[in-house]
């Protein structure tokens, strides 16, 4: 069973920085893709930033230009750098490891939820 171990998360002002690491532990068949979902309260989940296997790197509206992705494949670890923080950034932040294709196996997994909070 894949595991994910988040760390980084907590409390910060306005304009400050946080870092926020995932480490996966066991195995996904074939290619994956590893990276950062939050949801606000009240609010859908969404994509902060995600990169797969190969390197592709994918950012959400909110990320780009701000927060930066980085990953280690050959030992499934996924960063977020994330500077210029706002407090519209308040959320719980999810770390996610997904098999590339769903078919003809489908994986998907989440992190615990790291609370990052931003205050003015």
């Known amino acids: 069973q894949v595991q994910l171990a988040e760390s980084g998360g907590g409390w910060v002002q306005t304009g400050g920085s946080l870092r926020l690491s995932c480490v996966a532990s066991?195995?996904?068949?074939?290619?994956?893709?590893m990276g950062w979902y939050r949801q606000a309260s009240g609010k859908q989940r969404e994509l902060v930033a995600e990169?797969?296997?190969?390197?592709?790197?994918s950012y959400g509206d909110s990320a780009e230009g701000r927060f930066t992705i980085s990953r280690d494949a050959r030992r499934h670890t996924v960063d977020l750098q994330m500077d210029g923080l706002q407090p519209e950034d308040t959320a719980v932040y999810y770390c996610?490891?997904?098999?590339?294709?769903?078919?003809?196996?489908?994986?998907?997994?989440w992190g615990q939820g790291t609370q990052v909070t931003v205050s003015s």
């Open positions: 066991g195995s996904i068949l074939g290619s994956d893709v």
């Open positions: 996610n490891r997904r098999r590339s294709r769903s078919y003809p196996l489908r994986q998907n997994y």
């Open positions: 990169v797969t296997s190969g390197g592709t790197i």
